[in-house]
């Protein structure tokens, strides 16, 4: 079975940063497309940043170009996420997973569970 585990999140002041990590157990994500998605109370789990399998493409979603970078290590089956510049709309639920990407847009290709998250507050 796989295992998601996120860390990193935190509460931090607009203009801060966090790191995210999300390291994977149970599968090797050297050849998979990962993306980082988050979900704010009240709405819909939405797409942030995400990365094919060596890292050579990445992409964003509008609200973040510029201020969010994602890692991938495929030695250590991690994927971060890099935040600067944090604003109180970035506030949510932080969730990292597999992924197919197509243009500037990832969906979802879960790999059958979603960790627990990682709550990221920032406050204006």
């Known amino acids: 079975q796989v295992q998601l585990v996120e860390s990193g999140g935190g509460l931090v002041q607009a203009g801060g940063s966090l790191r995210l990590s999300c390291v994977v157990f149970g599968r090797i994500i050297s050849s998979s497309t990962m993306a980082w998605f988050r979900q704010a109370p009240g709405k819909e789990r939405e797409f942030v940043a995400g990365?094919?399998?060596?890292?050579?493409?990445?992409y964003y979603t509008d609200s973040v170009k510029g201020r969010f970078t994602i890692f991938k290590d495929n030695a250590k089956n991690t994927v971060d996420l890099e935040m600067n510049d944090l604003k109180p709309e970035d506030t949510a639920v932080y969730y990292c997973?597999?992924?197919?990407?197509?243009?500037?847009?990832?969906?979802?290709?879960?790999?059958?569970?979603w960790g627990q998250g990682t709550q990221v507050t920032v406050s204006s």
């Open positions: 997973n597999g992924a197919v990407c197509s243009g500037d847009v990832c969906n979802a290709n879960d790999f059958g569970s």
């Open positions: 990365t094919n399998w060596n890292a050579m493409r990445t």
